[in-house]
């Protein structure tokens, strides 16, 4: 027995040791390389560069959008921008909260859970540039009818009997359609809360801060949304 007990001890010490060899290399392996952890910093980074450009570009697109939808007086419109965008802001939230788990990941040399995660902000980031093109379009396509309707109202200004009082008919005109445009932020908006929503994102279209926005239509459409409100409550 006692002769057992001593060859026991250096198989338990010896199985000890391979194990801890083990441990030992399965971390080496799991852990990622000084070469994987920059490259998914740089992935993560055009991506957030990608996210970032894609954001600012919409809002622009949607502030020109919104300005000839009110100009043309088109709540059809108006609530096509308004639904986008609200699909647009939901998904942003989304690629916003991917991105700070990537950033989690990384800060802790944690790269393979990355891929999972990683495919879907791309999915994300390419639903996003879609609304992007969407909102392109729409903003070219209403302008293009401002334009048109412009257009057809110079010349029938043109052809009026009154030559000589052109000039200042042309500044009436001008006037009435800035006055008329000053009343068609909200078309549509048939309760409070169609009213808030609108309000809500009109404030980031034209709040002069943004960087895109007008402080003369940011004073405007405040002026008529208290002028609604008022109506409704």
Not at 23 to 29: E, K, T
Not at 97 to 123: F, G, H, M, W
């Amino acid at each position: 027995m006692p002769s057992l007990h001593i060859q026991v001890i250096p198989l338990l010490i010896i199985f000890g040791i391979l194990w801890c060899l083990i441990l030992i290399i399965y971390s080496l392996a799991k852990k990622p390389g000084k070469k994987s952890l920059i490259q998914e910093k740089q992935y993560l980074s055009e991506l957030i560069d990608k996210y970032n450009e894609t954001i600012s570009q919409f809002n622009i697109q949607k502030a020109g959008a919104i300005y000839s939808a009110v100009f043309n007086k088109d709540s059809k419109s108006l609530h096509l921008i308004e639904e986008e965008n609200s699909r647009f802001v939901a998904i942003s939230d989304l690629c916003m909260q991917n991105i700070e788990q990537l950033r989690d990941y990384v800060s802790n040399r944690k790269t393979k859970p990355c891929k999972e995660i990683r495919a879907v902000l791309v999915r994300q980031i390419a639903e996003l540039s879609k609304s992007l093109k969407f909102m392109t379009r729409l903003r070219s396509s209403l302008q293009d009818k401002g334009k048109k309707t412009q257009t057809d109202e110079n010349k029938n200004s043109n052809n009026s009997k009154y030559k000589d009082n052109q000039s200042q008919q042309k500044t009436t005109d001008n006037q009435k359609m800035s006055a008329d445009a000053a009343e068609g932020y909200f078309l549509g908006c048939k309760n409070k809360d169609d009213l808030e929503k609108r309000y809500k994102m009109l404030v980031k279209a034209f709040h002069p801060d943004t960087g895109y926005g007008d402080e003369t239509l940011f004073k405007n459409m405040n002026t008529e949304y208290n002028k609604l409100k008022n109506e409704l409550e």
